[in-house]
Each structure stands twice: as C-alpha cells, then as structure tokens.
C-alpha cells in the first residue's frame, strides 16, 4: 500500500483517461480543452481509485513501464503520480448525511434558537468520544 506517492501510467485517447495497471480505473476526458486538465483528471482517478483499493485491503501493483504499453492510434501515454495524504485528509472531511429522531418539542426550540444541528451532532460525538481534534484522542 503506498504511504505517500504512487505513480503509475494512464492512456489517454480523445475521449477517455484509464490508468493502465488499475483495471476499472478510467475517467472521460472528452471535457478536456487542454492537456493540463487531462493530467488533473488522470490524477484525480489515480487518487480516488487508490483510496478505495487502500480502504479494502487490495494489494497496489507496481507501475508498467510505459514503454512496454501497446498504444493505438490517436493514444498515447503518460506517466502519471499522486501524493496520497492530501486526497485521503479531503475524502476523511467529506461530509456524511445522517438522519436522527429527536422530539418535536426540541426541534422547535432547537430551531428557534436558530441552533446548527449538525456542529451540535459534531461536537456532542467527539466529546462523546474522547476527541480533542479530528481523530486524536
């Protein structure tokens, strides 16, 4: 599992991105107007097909060389590479919607008092849970 960066080769056609070593890893490219939004975009798959792989224990492949990759026309390839912490600390904030059950008369009071359900949600968990910050306890 990479800790850090990882790189690995993308094909890259006129209309889709696909991470060679990662099958199921391609993203459409057709939006692209410059090549600098389809490295942006081969990155972002990369990073988010990484993360899955890393959240269900799948062994990360090593990288093909890409001169070893059979390209057809109107293809090319790319060596492309992520830096992984940030993309795992901006899915880690990504928010989750939760329903709850609370009385009616604590819904109308809590909204009369124009109070922020999901903070009070937020704080009330980690206090809960013995955090002091993100995940450190």
């Not at 690995?8 to 199921?24: A, K, M, Y």
């Not at 090593?62 to 109107?74: E, G, L, Q």
């Not at 790319?78 to 993309?87: G, K, Q, R, S």
Request: proline residues 7%; hydrophobic residues 40%.
């Amino acid at each position: 599992m990479p800790r850090g960066n990882a790189g690995l080769p993308f094909l890259w056609s006129h209309r889709h991105v696909s991470i060679f070593d990662l099958p199921g890893a391609y993203t459409c490219a057709g939006a692209a107007d410059e090549l600098d939004e389809v490295y942006h975009m081969a990155k972002d798959c990369l990073a988010l097909h990484l993360y899955g792989m890393e959240q269900d224990g799948d062994e990360i492949p090593s990288p093909s060389r890409p001169s070893d990759i059979a390209v057809a026309p109107r293809q090319s390839v790319a060596l492309i590479e992520v830096w992984m912490p940030p993309y795992r600390d901006l899915i880690s904030e990504k928010a989750v919607k939760k329903t709850l059950t609370i009385p009616k008369w604590l819904d109308e009071l809590a909204v009369e008092n124009n109070v922020n359900f999901s903070r009070v949600l937020q704080d009330g968990l980690k206090r809960h849970l013995g955090l002091t910050d993100k995940r450190t306890r």
